[in-house]
């Protein structure tokens, strides 16, 4: 076995330029047009003879072509499997075959199928043979043009129904029908009937296994370099029926499912579902088609909400279309990515506000939620601004307009802005537990540390000046919103709060500060106390007046710490400034911990004493708890808790 190592860039580079020699060659030769330089000599009575050793470059040019076409479509098979890779190794056996014959082996392989009559019988050894060739484009735009495009969904559909008979190798089977027809689009030159395929796969049906069998085939197979296709094919399909007038009628193709139970394939048998979720393995294109449909993404985001209900109907519809909400936002990664495109930033928006104008939302794509909210944490504290006035923070969410008074100075660049009571109902529907919950508080530990640092590091001699403060106000006033979200709709907010300071207490009495590599913890720690039992923190009595005095005093003390911290650590001091203060309270030239500080009455009131003495530090810090605080009372004064 021989192999070459061969770059796709330069195959292609290599094609085009055969190509372009064949045309010019042609210009002279007239093979396939009516004018041309020998034609012209002919027509003058002079002699082109000399032509003729021309038509033997032709012919050689034309070999060439055929076979660095099929080498490129070779190379970009391999390439699909290793991403990435500069240099792919080409099997020169496969070289040896004729891209005719090669496409008469697919073309004579799909009449096999043709002639078994189903997948009722023993259809091992020809799903061998289409193994063998799954990888040869030429061989697999043959198959797949012979057999057409109702019999290829229809096969497919087969593998995914239980009853079909294909038994425990169904899945298999399906994978590489699928890695098959992405294959197949990847030929240099399609044959005769591909064409019909494809375009037959963006026609609207009424069948059921036709439009799940469509999108099963696109679920295994690379078909990145055919996104025109797949569009059409998860439109025409699917969802262009879900976006029509009579999107909930049980006759509507998008509502209809592949059989009543599971598929034999672990693929939902959803139709809808199948289609979002098949968008969901190409951001750029869910981003696309979800913003281009016939309705909003809004109310796309509203059709699904009521398909799937609460509790859950239809899952696998809310499931997969958070999968798609996610790749076409921009919002997957760990963690996820806040810059975004425009158009991502867009079908945010409308999957925000939508989703915000549910009380309840299924609870599928509660994960999508928080991980949305994750990746647009500028928006959310944008959005958590409390207008004044006499109708304080009653204000609509905009992609372009500014609210009345927002703080200038504060270095945020939103993509939109929300209003409050959508941050709040946006929040409020991934409180139910913790867990889901998780992505976004991390997300905003990190912006909160992010933010209020370059706040400072950009103004270091004033402690990050008014920048910091109106920043601070903002986490205040969202830290709020949040907080109050999860009092509403946490399935036992008791039993969250218990889990939460458990945690809290756990990390910051084991010594570790404000919880670095937690930054969850972080962004729980600065909203509520945490109940560390240190002596300072007790409550003054168990009452529960006291419990909740003792608790806002914590997370006071914790914000004020943090906030100190903050400020020597992003160089509000030097060093040497650093140095002047108590040794009881340095450690290795470092602030001590939080608990070791706050443990001791003595030591306490000596750190109290020394920030109070430090202008750098003691005035930025007061200012930035005051601003905190009016954001948080602003936060509550909207949702009616103050």
Known sequence: MTFSSVSVAGLEDLVAKLRIARREIDDFLGETTERSVRSDLRTLGLSSTGFQDLAVVQEWVDSALQET?????????LQSQQPGAPMVQVDEDLMVLDPALAERQGRDLAIRFEQAGGVDGDISGLMEDFQALAHDPDA???FYAELGPEPAARLAAAMGMPESGVGENAQRYLELLSIGLGTALMDETPPDGLSELTGGFGQATDDPQVAWGRLALLQYGDFSGSPAFVEQTVNGTALDAFAAADWADPGNISAQSLGDGDTAVGLTGDIAALAFGTLARSPALATKVLTEQDISAKELTHRVYDAAGDPAQRADLADTFGLAIEAGTGSQGDPPDTEHTPEQAALAFEFITGSADHEQIPPAIKDTTARVAAAYVDEMLAGSHIDGGEMMGDRGSSMDQVPQDFPQGTGLS???????????RFLGGFQDQLEYSAPFDEAMGLYMDQQLSGAIRADPANGGGERYQSLLSLFGSLGALHYEARREFAEDFDAQERARKAALSTYVSDGLG????????TWWAVQKGVNLGLGAWQAASDSEADQVAAEQQQASDLRWYASV?????????????????????LENGQLRPIEEIFADDATRQEFYEWVNGVPALDVPADAGQDAWDSGWQGGQTFVGRA
Not at 69 to 77: K, P, Y
Not at 573 to 578: S, Y
């Open 514 to 521: 404000l919880i670095p590599g937690l930054p969850h913890l």
């Open 414 to 424: 939103p993509d939109f802005y929300l209003s409050p009571r959508a941050v709040y």
């Open 565 to 585: 911290q903050q400020l020597v650590d992003n160089g509000a001091l030097t060093p040497e400034q650093l140095k002047e203060a108590p040794s009881s309270l």
């Open 69 to 77: 076409q099929r080498r490129l479509g070779l190379a970009r098979v």
């Open 140 to 142: 697999m735009a043959g």
